[in-house]
């Protein structure tokens, strides 16, 4: 090798050692600059015919696991998701059951049970109807006021929906801009600051969705979420939209038909111009809007369908007489016959068979039109609505056509209805037949009373203008007639004794130990099916569900925040600056540099020398 060449060769080694420097110095400034991605110097030999030329630098690499990367960016929105469930729930258990509160569910229950009992000891006192009034009143105030704070809740996850969406579009307008310029500018394109401010972009999108990141040529990308939907394409973003609405009830709620929604949806608008509803389309599935969509449509219309659940049944347990049925044959055909005529629209009548060796049943609902029919149907866990304003022949008609061939159904008389087995062939046998009417006046001559009532009317679960259940906590209220005469809590009839003990007797067996049929819609225990027990057993197990769901939830945001940070120290130890590690390089890229300098000393005494013997 000649001495020109060994001088050329150190003078690219100082070169080399003069960049790995800077590299150096880079990671250690910038040692705790959140996203940034530890650099290398990436070199190369050059060469020259045969003989090795020097080396070549390439530029700073970032030392980056895409695979990490991707792991930690759907562990993050993971965390997003179970953060929101767990704020949540902490706030719906708050709600419910505040750390020292008197006028909890199960308390206000329990005192108005026990002002009740108080009535049953002495009913001419007013002291004691006095009470009972005050308690009943004090517990559909309280009903009133959680439905509100649920209904407040839900709002708050309808804004927090807007907010998120609109961060997301500022991020994808970002990204997008940023992929440009690494698309059109080869010469920034690999840039390590500009690679890592797209990533810090991309890690801030996936806490509000899954989202994953497809690699392309010349450091193109493409985003989507883990549900299908695509956000960036390499050149454009999509654009996110949200209808969002300004007041949330609980009658909101989201429909894949937007003439049946009444709250925001989420939908999307590509480059194409094409618009998805993304929510219809499940591509959210994790991060922050999973948890606020998940908050808004289903954990509280849940807690809503459990406060109404609980209104309902204290409304009717007091307000409802039973309708008993009498036994009936055709032939050889048995079964029972019972009066419809008291049962108002919304009441209820069931028929208990056994058919195949197992008892079953049949609940349907009475309704004064089509379409009120269709929707108890439809919102009556597995009830069926029947319209009866065409006559009781046509709802002997509409019931025979659902319970089938193994029965006949038909009209002996006025409002009676007969359903009587096959007969002989003894496939199906009637077992019962009942029904509940409810008495609205409060002198009908039985110890029934419509105490709660909604907007001043008996609630009776109608469907003639909507779900009369649906929302109903939030309107129940003590009867203003009740209000206005105390003494209707003691007098059924115009003849009753002021210290007769029938009604408030009646009041007192329906709240402590009459057994009611919960709607499994209330969740209640875990489970779809419907919980039966009493009022307060029902108050008490929605206090003690709500805190269940808050531990849970509290548990499985601390699980997946452990598992996020251990996800972000393996992601640090891998593209983290170590200082240590930095001073190691710096050591050796001192010791390179003063060995490639001492080369060029050598080289220039060398040729010093040769001027010196050729003169």
């Known amino acids: 090798m000649s001495l020109s060449a060994a001088l050329n060769n150190s003078v690219s080694g100082l070169r080399a050692a003069q960049a790995g420097m800077e590299v150096v110095a880079g990671n250690v400034s910038n040692s705790g600059t959140v996203g940034y991605t530890r650099r290398v110097l990436v070199t190369e030999q050059q060469v020259s015919g045969t003989q090795s030329g020097g080396v070549h630098v390439v530029g700073a690499q970032r030392v980056l696991d895409t695979l990490v990367q991707k792991q930690l960016r759907l562990e993050a929105a993971g965390a997003g998701y179970t953060g929101i469930k767990a704020t949540y729930h902490a706030s719906i258990d708050a709600m419910f059951d505040a750390p020292g509160a008197t006028g909890t569910l199960p308390n206000l229950v329990s005192a108005f049970s026990t002002a009740v009992s108080t009535l049953v000891g002495n009913p001419g006192s007013y002291a004691n109807r006095s009470g009972v009034v005050s308690a009943a009143r004090d517990l559909a105030a309280s009903l009133n006021g959680l439905s509100g704070d649920v209904q407040s809740l839900r709002q708050s996850a309808e804004d927090a929906i807007g907010l998120s969406v609109g961060k997301a579009n500022e991020l994808l307008t970002q990204i997008a801009g940023i992929s440009d310029r690494i698309r059109t500018d080869p010469a920034i394109g690999t840039s390590p600051g500009l690679l890592d401010q797209r990533d810090g972009l991309i890690n801030q999108l996936s806490q509000l969705m899954d989202v994953k990141v497809t690699d392309r040529t010349n450091g193109a990308i493409t985003i989507a979420t883990t549900g299908g939907l695509q956000l960036f394409d390499g050149v454009s973003a999509t654009t996110l939209s949200f209808d969002g609405r300004a007041a949330v009830g609980p009658n909101s709620a989201w429909n894949a038909d937007p003439l049946k929604r009444s709250v925001g949806t ?29 908050m808004r449509d289903e954990v509280l219309p849940q807690a809503q369908t459990q406060l109404d659940a609980l209104a309902a049944g204290m409304a009717s347990a007091l307000s409802d007489r039973p ?22 629209n919304g009441n209820t009548f069931t028929l208990t068979y056994v058919s195949g060796g197992a008892t079953r049943t049949a609940t349907f609902v009475k309704t004064g039109s089509a379409s009120a029919a269709a929707a108890a149907t439809a919102g009556s866990d597995g009830a069926v609505g029947i319209d009866f304003s065409g006559g009781m022949a046509s709802v002997a008609t509409q019931i025979g056509a659902r319970l089938g061939s193994g029965f006949t159904v038909s009209t002996p008389s006025g409002s009676t209805l007969r359903i009587v087995d096959d007969g002989a062939a003894g496939t199906t046998d009637v077992t019962g037949l009942a029904g509940s009417a409810t008495v609205s006046g409060l002198a009908s001559g039985s110890p029934e009373l419509a105490l709660f009532t909604d907007g001043g009317s008996a609630y009776t679960g109608s469907f003639e203008t909507g779900s009369q259940f649906a929302g109903f906590a939030s309107r129940i209220a003590l009867n203003p007639a009740v209000a206005a005469d105390f003494g209707t809590l003691v007098a059924y009839s115009g003849t009753t004794p002021s210290g007769d003990t029938a009604r408030p007797e009646h009041i007192q067996a329906a709240l402590a130990d009459k057994v009611l049929s919960f709607t499994g819609a209330a969740g209640i225990g875990g489970s779809s099916g419907r919980f039966t027990g009493t009022i307060a057993d029902f108050a008490t197990q929605i206090v003690a569900t709500q805190a269940g769901n808050a531990i849970s939830a509290a548990n499985l945001d601390s699980g997946q925040k ?24 710096l050591i050796q890229l001192q010791t390179a540099y003063g060995a490639n300098a001492r080369v060029m000393s050598a080289a220039k005494e060398m040729l010093d020398m040769l001027m010196r013997i050729s003169l």
């Not at 598992?563 to 930095?582: H, P």
Request: aromatic letters at 2%; hydrophobic letters at 45%.
């Open 266 to 294: 989420i939908t999307a608008l590509d480059g194409a111009g094409r618009a998805v509803d993304v929510i219809a389309m499940g591509g959210i599935r994790s991060g922050e809007l999973a948890g606020y969509l998940e």
């Open 323 to 344: 309708v008993a049925s009498t036994p009936a044959s055709a032939g050889a055909a048995a079964g029972r016959d019972i009066d419809l005529a008291s049962l108002q």
């Open 562 to 585: 452990v598992v996020l940070n251990a996800m972000t120290s393996r992601m640090s130890e891998q593209s983290g600056v170590n200082i240590d590690q930095e001073m190691t390089q």
